[in-house]
């Protein structure tokens, strides 16, 4: 495994050591995460082609229930090993045995509670689908611990190697029971499957094994910090899980996969790829934090390195949204297609709201994460009420609005506290758009002469040609922004100024 991923949160010149253990932990965090989705969606795409919409319509009511559970699964409270300047083998065991009686308790919440989801989708077969990934719950304890332990250390490397693994087991679960005619428990047994490996990988890999520990006193820090991040958390879910919520009673199982597929593909970036950047910078700003460094140099900077990726990616997904789905997903979900160009719009604006947290949280500050989940909690589910009578589109309608609106409200609570100009941040993205406009505007002239051809042969001249017309504008307005990407590579030093 190469470490040649370039750090979204690079250090000052004068700790060559944490620098290299930063750019060593993207590398290996990033890298594996890279090769996991390679794996994962080898499979989902084979998975797609093999089941119908309304299985993934089913699967996402299931998904829901198992979601808004996810909130209380202690993760937050093993989180707070990260932040914290006091660990020992007492405060690892209180973590772990308040993790065990949590999640023991949800597995038995969502076991018992299956019909009654049921009954709300009048779907009787997501009541069975619930009580077997009920069992997700009673791994989390034993991946979630070792997870953090590890991420304290700034060390990824055991950790990629797991999720590689369990990509694998759960790829392998999900394509053989599509294959064999299982339908839709293909998706459900798949992520039982990867849950268990990365639990028993985990473990292993930490090298850490501690009795849980049921007298919580003088835990109260771990026990405060962790409770806020989990009320972030239900926050989140709450925003994230609301539109399948209201629409899952208006919408057919039909429209609803539609959607949900449109959602996942247009997440991968956000959901797969920024979740590593976001482990790793929370990790070295904390580091950073209580070392009394300023963080507004490396904030500014992640900032601006997620925006340069995921813009064009985007934006040039939102142009070639028909033969790309085509390609991936074959004709029968080309109506997909219109859904993920208006996702993809929104997208940009949503990746750069979700790397914001890791700063203030590692600053002791869990509040303001806080404030804006429950601004977001508050917003989304509104604007998906509001936006469901005009049906699919109503919802990327919604979306729409939601995702710049909560980015300018979440930067305006956050970059007072990591002391960082609005200004300096306009100067910063400014170049990104415009490089991202021209590109678009590329794209969209030719588009037009190649709409008959072959989806491939589509992609084969548009992903180039706008992959050129991004990287020429930025070589123009702000040739530093590519000079520096390329200095990360190879580890050369950057100035933080």
Request: hydrophobic share 55%; with cysteine.
């Amino acid at each position: 495994m190469s470490d040649a991923i370039p750090s979204p949160v690079p250090v000052e010149s004068g700790d060559v050591t944490f620098a290299r253990r930063v750019r060593s932990a993207m590398a290996w965090r990033w890298g594996s995460q890279v090769l996991a989705q390679v794996i994962a969606w080898t499979s989902t795409i084979a998975v797609v082609r093999l089941l119908d919409p309304s299985d993934y319509g089913l699967y996402a009511m299931c998904q829901v229930v198992l979601t808004a559970l996810t909130f209380l699964n202690g993760q937050s409270f093993a989180t707070s090993l990260v932040q914290t300047n006091h660990v020992d083998e007492r405060r690892i065991g209180q973590v772990f045995g308040l993790l065990l009686l949590l999640n023991g308790g949800l597995a038995a919440i969502q076991f018992l509670t299956a019909p009654l989801a049921a009954a709300y989708f009048r779907e009787p077969l997501v009541a069975d689908m619930l009580r077997i990934q009920a069992i997700i719950f009673l791994t989390i304890p034993f991946a979630a611990v070792p997870q953090e332990l590890l991420a304290r250390r700034i060390e990824f490397r055991n950790q990629g190697l797991v999720n590689l693994a369990s990509a694998t087991v759960g790829g392998v679960v999900a394509f053989a029971m599509a294959w064999l005619g299982y339908g839709v428990w293909a998706l459900v047994y798949a992520p039982v499957a990867m849950f268990a490996t990365r639990a028993i990988g985990l473990t292993y890999a930490a090298r850490i094994f501690v009795k849980p520990v049921f007298d919580f006193r003088g835990a109260g820090d771990l026990i405060s910090f962790g409770g806020t991040l989990t009320l972030c958390q239900f926050m989140w879910i709450i925003q994230s899980q609301s539109d399948v919520v209201i629409a899952g009673r208006s919408f057919d199982t039909h429209d609803l996969g539609l959607y949900t597929n449109a959602l996942f593909l247009t997440l991968i970036i956000t959901g797969k790829f920024l979740p590593p950047v976001n482990d790793v910078a929370y990790a070295a700003y904390s580091e950073l934090h209580k070392q009394g460094k300023a963080l507004a140099p490396y904030f500014l900077r992640t900032l601006r390195t997620v925006f340069l990726v995921t813009a064009p990616l985007y934006f040039g997904l939102a142009l070639t949204a028909e033969p790309a789905v085509t390609l991936l997903f074959g004709e029968k979900w080309v109506e997909m297609a219109p859904l993920v160009a208006g996702l993809a719009i929104a997208m940009p604006f949503f990746a750069v709201q979700i790397v914001c947290s890791p700063a203030t949280n590692a600053m002791g500050l869990p509040r303001v994460y806080l404030t804006t989940n429950t601004i977001g909690a508050v917003l989304f589910p509104l604007l998906f009420a509001l936006a469901v009578e005009g049906g699919v589109m109503g919802l990327v309608h919604a979306w729409w609005i939601g995702t710049p609106t909560l980015l300018l409200t979440t930067l305006f609570f956050i970059l007072p506290k990591v002391g960082l100009r609005w200004r300096a941040l306009a100067v910063e993205m400014a170049p990104v758009l415009l490089a991202s406009g021209i590109m678009a505007l590329a794209v969209w002239l030719v588009r037009g002469l190649v709409a008959g051809w072959p989806p491939v042969a589509q992609l084969a001249v548009l992903v180039p040609l706008g992959g050129l017309a991004y990287l020429a504008t930025l070589a123009v307005v702000a040739k530093r922004y590519l000079t520096e990407s390329w200095d990360m590579i190879r580890h050369r030093e950057i100035s933080t100024t």
